[in-house]
């Protein structure tokens, strides 16, 4: 089981990260952008849900490049990976902090940096040339 605190050591290790807080929940930034956030349900989400009972434990958001990459993401990590009507169209996925592998957190959480980060960050991270 994946914490916030491991969410914040994988996102705060990454080049140009602020951390800072969104709606009253802890978020990560690059270039201003935010790529991985703490995501609680809200009335209108639990409301959605009906008698389906809602993911329980810590919910992270976090970004994804584009909608072909968010459905490939929720296909490969069914059980820890997921997305709620609020973020239809939205390029991002939920995922389950008790049930996501740690190499799969770690994954995504870069994945969003990359998706959010300045061109000439991401390509120095990747080691590309300028």
Not at 28 to 35: D, S, T
Not at 102 to 120: N, S, V
């Given at each position: 089981?994946?914490?916030?605190?491991?969410?914040?050591?994988?996102?705060?290790?990454?080049?140009?990260?602020?951390?800072?807080?969104?709606?009253?929940?802890?978020?990560?930034l690059?270039?201003?952008?935010?790529?991985?956030?703490?995501?609680?349900?809200?009335?209108?989400d639990?409301?959605?849900?009906?008698?389906?009972?809602?993911?329980d434990?810590?919910?992270?958001?976090?970004?994804?490049?584009?909608?072909?990459?968010?459905?490939?993401?929720?296909?490969?990590?069914?059980?820890?990976f997921?997305?709620?009507?609020?973020?239809?169209?939205?390029?991002a996925?939920?995922?389950?902090?008790?049930?996501?592998?740690?190499?799969?957190?770690r994954?995504?959480?870069i994945?969003?940096?990359?998706?959010?980060?300045?061109?000439?960050?991401?390509?120095?991270?990747?080691?590309?040339?300028?």
């Amino acid at each position: 089981m994946a914490s916030i605190e491991d969410v914040a050591a994988i996102a705060s290790a990454l080049p140009e990260v602020t951390e800072g807080t969104r709606y009253g929940n802890r978020t990560w930034l690059v270039g201003g952008k935010g790529f991985v956030w703490e995501r609680p349900f809200s009335k209108a989400d639990l409301k959605r849900f009906g008698d389906e009972t809602p993911p329980d434990g810590p919910i992270l958001a976090v970004r994804v490049e584009d909608l072909g990459d968010k459905e490939a993401a929720l296909a490969a990590h069914p059980d820890a990976f997921f997305t709620i009507p609020h973020f239809d169209g939205f390029s991002a996925v939920l995922i389950r902090l008790r049930t996501v592998a740690e190499q799969d957190l770690r994954e995504a959480i870069i994945d969003g940096w990359l998706a959010c980060a300045p061109r000439r960050l991401a390509d120095e991270y990747l080691g590309r040339p300028r």
